[in-house]
């Protein structure tokens, strides 16, 4: 079981930026050595969606193509936190943004990987135009 909790959620205005921050609490030893972690976010109405993965062990990271080189996702080991620095924030990128981490590790941790996952409980970005 992994517990993970986020926080730096917020409103800013279009253009603006936003760091997101999720840490990862578990028994397993030496877990965030070795994780396959990422952002996925949820706006009204529509299915959540990936937006971009970390594999702890390596640092090798994914991204959602739509978001332009946008955000960037990164880790603390120490801390056994992911975060997601989010820049030239707009207005679609309103959304409640979830902190994931697969339940086993998938051959290659990505986007399109992240299926079966453990969840945070979610943190509200709102940008306004």
């Known amino acids: 079981q992994v517990h993970l909790v986020e926080s730096g959620g917020g409103s800013v205005q279009a253009g603006g930026s936003l760091r997101l921050s999720c840490t990862a609490s578990?028994?397993?030893?030496?877990?965030?050595?070795?994780?396959?972690m990422g952002w996925f976010r949820q706006a009204p109405g529509k299915e959540r969606e990936p937006v971009a993965t970390?594999?702890?062990?390596?640092?090798?990271?994914t991204y959602d193509d739509s978001l332009e080189g946008r955000f960037t996702i990164s880790q603390d080991n120490a801390a056994n936190t992911v975060y997601l620095q989010m820049n030239r924030l707009k207005p679609e990128d309103t959304a409640m943004y979830y902190c994931?981490?697969?339940?086993?590790?998938?051959?290659?941790?990505?986007?399109?990987?992240?299926?079966?996952?453990?969840w945070g409980q979610g943190t509200q970005v709102t940008v306004a135009s």
């Open positions: 970390i594999y702890t062990g390596t640092s090798t990271t």
């Open positions: 994931a981490a697969t339940k086993s590790l998938p051959p290659r941790c990505s986007i399109t990987s992240m299926t079966d996952n453990y």
């Open positions: 578990t028994a397993t030893y030496n877990y965030f050595m070795g994780a396959c």
